[in-house]
């Protein structure tokens, strides 16, 4: 059972906006920056969103996040093949005093 | 855009030991706390530890606590997970991570990962 919760799935047919969302609480989500990290099965998870809504250098602004009380979203748009992933969202937990992840939101493209 | 390389997984009965590395080329990790993340055959990712950029604060998960050590050479830009005591549910992909900033910040450049198998 994760700390943060996710929906297991999502889709979308090319082009379509997609969100993921992720619930947590007062000690994680509702205190603390909500990360979001895109991966592949086999290679390296990559950072997708920092800081609830910042990106990276290098990740396409088709990607975006937002934070509202113990609750946050992940949004694709413009959905292409290559977005095809597990995304995971995550935060610091000031009670668990760690890192927590949800347990992944497996997007597919139709 | 530098790299990092995990290196010392296998496969080891449960109860035994094995020391994980991560080598960093390209990168400078002395000013940067760093992370070892796992992913079990068909879950998620699982935050396993962290240390900070000069060794003096290391934070570990419960299903890790007192079983597994972090460490680091900052000389040799250089990230360790020793872990004793292994159960078979610590099977698992093992990946080293940087972090942005301090212990509490994400994890900006993560490694392909490492396998480590728990079995008898």
């Known amino acids: 059972q994760s700390v943060l919760t996710q929906p297991p799935s999502a889709s979308g047919t090319p082009g379509q906006r997609v969100t993921v969302s992720c619930f947590g609480s007062s000690s994680n989500i509702g205190g603390n920056p909500v990360n979001w990290y895109q991966h592949l099965p086999g290679t390296a998870p990559k950072l997708l969103i920092y800081s609830n809504n910042q990106r990276p250098s290098g990740v396409p602004d088709r990607f975006s996040g937002s934070k509202s009380g113990t609750s946050a979203s992940l949004a694709i748009s413009g959905l292409q093949s290559d977005d095809e992933a597990d995304y995971y969202c995550a935060a610091w937990d000031d009670s668990l005093n760690g890192h927590v992840f949800g347990a992944g939101t497996k997007v597919t493209v139709l | 855009q530098g790299q990092l390389v995990e290196s010392g997984g296998g496969v080891v009965q449960p109860g035994r030991s094995l020391r994980l590395s991560c080598a960093a080329s390209g990168l400078t990790l002395s000013t940067y706390a760093m992370h070892w993340v796992r992913q079990a055959p068909g879950k998620g990712l699982e935050w396993v530890a962290v240390?900070?950029?000069?060794?003096?604060?290391?934070l570990y998960a419960d299903s890790v606590k007192g079983r597994f050590t972090i460490s680091r050479d900052n000389s040799k830009n250089t990230l360790y997970l020793q872990m004793n005591s292994l159960r078979p549910e610590d099977t698992a992909v093992y990946y080293c991570a940087k972090g942005r900033g301090g212990v509490t910040s994400s994890r900006d450049h993560w490694g392909q990962g490492t396998l480590v198998t728990v079995s008898s």
């Open positions: 240390i900070s950029y000069d060794g003096s604060n290391k």
